[in-house]
């Protein structure tokens, strides 16, 4: 049977690890979902942009800087049975910016190193998911989340090869 919930757009977001040596631009959320929780700054795509533009685009909103030369780093899928329709994530680094890291309505930014990201109580799954591949050359990678109605999730990552079979 066809069900008109299994035909909704997928959604997609997008997050931009802006990185200065061994530090990486984390982002406390103001705002739900996930009020509190360190992440990377991201949000999403808009009709007509694409994945690096709408990148750029949110980290310049969230943070105040401009990311500069985008690189692809991965894209996670997520599977959160609640929601009412699929996510499609994205992922890029930089390690060129500009401008001065600013708060806004939707949360705050700072520079930490990695370890201290993700030894923060409040540090989200998702970081702690990618946070192998954002300082080094270990992309690009894919993933998958699977998520339960509280917001905890199951992830698996992997890099990706010539040939590589998703699941």
Known sequence: MDDAADRLPTMVTVFGA??????????????????????????????????????????????GLAMLEPRFLGFMEFDHPPAPRDRLCFYFRSARFSGVPTAGPEGTPGWSTLAGALADPDCHQALAAVAPFLLGSGGPFHGRALVDERGRGAYSLSRLTAGATFF
């Open 18 to 63: 802006l990185v200065d040596g061994d530090s990486v631009l984390t982002f406390r959320r103001a705002s739900e979902p996930r009020k509190g929780a360190l992440t990377l700054p991201g949000g999403h795509k808009k009709r007509g942009e694409s994945l690096a533009e709408a990148c750029a685009r949110e980290v310049l909103e969230e943070t």
